[in-house]
Protein backbone atom coordinates (compact mmCIF):
# COMPACT_ATOMS: atom_id res chain seq x y z
CA UNK A 1 0.00 0.00 0.00
CA UNK A 2 1.61 3.63 -1.02
CA UNK A 3 1.71 6.04 1.93
CA UNK A 4 -1.42 8.23 -0.03
CA UNK A 5 -3.81 5.29 0.36
CA UNK A 6 -2.47 4.70 3.87
CA UNK A 7 -3.15 8.03 4.79
CA UNK A 8 -6.32 8.42 2.88
CA UNK A 9 -7.94 5.00 4.80
CA UNK A 10 -6.71 6.31 8.68
CA UNK A 11 -8.87 9.63 7.77
CA UNK A 12 -11.83 7.32 6.52
CA UNK A 13 -11.72 5.02 9.69
CA UNK A 14 -11.85 8.30 11.96
CA UNK A 15 -14.48 9.84 10.14
CA UNK A 16 -16.36 6.87 10.24
CA UNK A 17 -15.53 6.40 14.03
CA UNK A 18 -16.87 9.77 14.83
CA UNK A 19 -20.35 9.41 13.31
CA UNK A 20 -20.56 6.09 14.86
CA UNK A 21 -19.61 7.38 18.32
CA UNK A 22 -22.04 10.72 17.60
CA UNK A 23 -24.69 8.15 16.32
CA UNK A 24 -24.11 5.69 19.82
CA UNK A 25 -23.34 2.66 17.47
CA UNK A 26 -19.54 2.76 19.25
CA UNK A 27 -19.23 2.87 22.59
CA UNK A 28 -16.06 3.32 24.62
CA UNK A 29 -15.22 1.01 26.73
CA UNK A 30 -15.37 1.59 30.61
CA UNK A 31 -11.26 1.37 31.49
CA UNK A 32 -8.22 0.46 29.45
CA UNK A 33 -8.38 -3.01 28.02
CA UNK A 34 -4.55 -3.63 29.40
CA UNK A 35 -4.75 -6.01 31.45
CA UNK A 36 -4.34 -4.94 35.61
CA UNK A 37 -4.50 -0.93 34.27
CA UNK A 38 -7.71 -0.25 35.02
CA UNK A 39 -7.42 3.76 33.54
CA UNK A 40 -10.87 5.47 33.49
CA UNK A 41 -10.22 8.57 32.00
CA UNK A 42 -9.57 9.93 28.47
CA UNK A 43 -9.37 6.45 26.58
CA UNK A 44 -8.65 6.56 23.29
CA UNK A 45 -9.79 4.31 20.37
CA UNK A 46 -6.79 2.57 18.63
CA UNK A 47 -7.13 0.65 15.33
CA UNK A 48 -5.49 -2.22 14.87
CA UNK A 49 -6.33 -2.31 11.41
CA UNK A 50 -8.02 0.92 9.31
CA UNK A 51 -9.63 -1.56 7.55
CA UNK A 52 -12.03 -2.56 10.04
CA UNK A 53 -13.06 0.84 11.56
CA UNK A 54 -15.31 -0.73 14.03
CA UNK A 55 -12.67 -2.82 15.45
CA UNK A 56 -11.38 -0.70 18.16
CA UNK A 57 -9.32 -1.05 21.54
CA UNK A 58 -9.94 1.12 23.93
CA UNK A 59 -6.81 2.23 25.80
CA UNK A 60 -5.10 5.22 28.20
CA UNK A 61 -2.91 7.13 26.92
CA UNK A 62 0.04 5.96 28.22
CA UNK A 63 -0.97 2.50 26.91
CA UNK A 64 -1.66 3.65 23.69
CA UNK A 65 1.71 5.14 23.20
CA UNK A 66 3.03 2.23 24.60
CA UNK A 67 1.21 0.27 21.95
CA UNK A 68 3.02 2.21 19.42
CA UNK A 69 6.45 1.79 20.35
CA UNK A 70 6.27 -1.69 20.43
CA UNK A 71 5.92 -2.36 24.39
CA UNK A 72 2.49 -3.67 24.35
CA UNK A 73 0.22 -6.28 22.43
Same mark, same amino acid.
Given at each position: ? +??????? +????? %??? #????????? =? /??? %??? %?????? %???????? @??? #???? #?? /??? =???? @????? @? /??? /??
Amino acid at each position: M +MHGDHIE +MKRSA %ERF #YRRARRQGR =L /VPA %ERC %EVLGCG %ETERLHAH @HGS #YSRP #YS /VRW =LCAR @HHRLL @H /VGH /VN
